[in-house]
């Protein structure tokens, strides 16, 4: 199984009720592990939905380390 494919079945589930931090976590979480194996993060990607759901467009920029 996917982590797309598990991930969709956790949030789909109609118990599930994320929090900012819970979305704040998983988006970190995904971006890190993305990142240690060297995935193109830097671009802006589509939703698109076919319903009654919004359609997204994220945007993904690497920022300079704080000193």
Do not use: C
């Amino acid at each position: 199984m996917s982590l797309a494919d598990s991930i969709s079945k956790e949030v789909t589930a109609e118990s599930y009720q994320p929090t900012n931090e819970d979305f704040q976590a998983a988006l970190e979480e995904l971006l890190r592990a993305a990142d240690s194996h060297d995935v193109e993060l830097e671009r802006a990607y589509d939703f698109r939905t076919d319903g009654n759901q919004p359609d997204w467009m994220v945007d993904i920029s690497r920022l300079k380390k704080r000193r």
